[in-house]
């Protein structure tokens, strides 16, 4: 599973490098679907992540305003720090866990942690394929999708 993550966080990487060219106004502008902008989309993506991959470790939730991460800069310096963390996480990954319940602030009821990890794969393929969408509306090369070629660590 740590492979598909490590996809995810390759592809990221590049949309950050490939938004890079385009004015926050832009990044910004409300857009039809997804989660309504680019630059929200990104800090969605980010926040949907940490937050579960927190609430499987049993810490308390980190709450982030929007707000406070305006620009692609801010999002992109706020992936970086939270992902140091998830992957530490996810090198302690055990089949052992994947069958284990856990219970988040946010919602109710009980989750299976396995489940949760594949949940936040699908969630970023899922934003991904929006950004696309919108990049090909801007004029911008969407980031390529495919996962053969990129190299990814065994």
């Given at each position: 599973m740590i492979k598909l993550f490590q996809y995810n966080w390759m592809v990221r990487e590049e949309w950050f490098q490939r938004f890079k060219q385009v004015s926050t106004e832009e990044l910004l502008r409300k857009r039809i679907g997804g989660a309504g902008s680019i630059l929200y989309t990104l800090f969605h993506i980010l926040d949907v992540e940490y937050s579960w991959i927190r609430g499987i470790q049993g810490k308390q939730e980190i709450i982030v305003q929007f707000e406070d991460y305006e620009t692609l800069q801010q999002i992109k310096e706020l992936s970086d720090c939270w992902l140091t963390e998830v992957q530490a996480f996810l090198h302690t990954w055990s089949n052992d866990f994947e069958h284990e319940t856990v219970t988040v602030p946010w919602t109710e009821g009980d989750f299976i942690k396995g489940e949760i990890?594949?949940?936040?794969?699908?969630?970023?393929?899922?934003h991904m394929g929006q950004l696309s969408v919108w990049a090909r509306e801007i004029g911008l090369q969407p980031?390529?999708?495919?996962?053969?070629?990129?190299?990814?660590?065994?």
């Open positions: 990890l594949r949940h936040l794969i699908a969630h970023e393929i899922h980031v390529s999708a495919n996962v053969i070629g990129r190299g990814l660590p065994s």
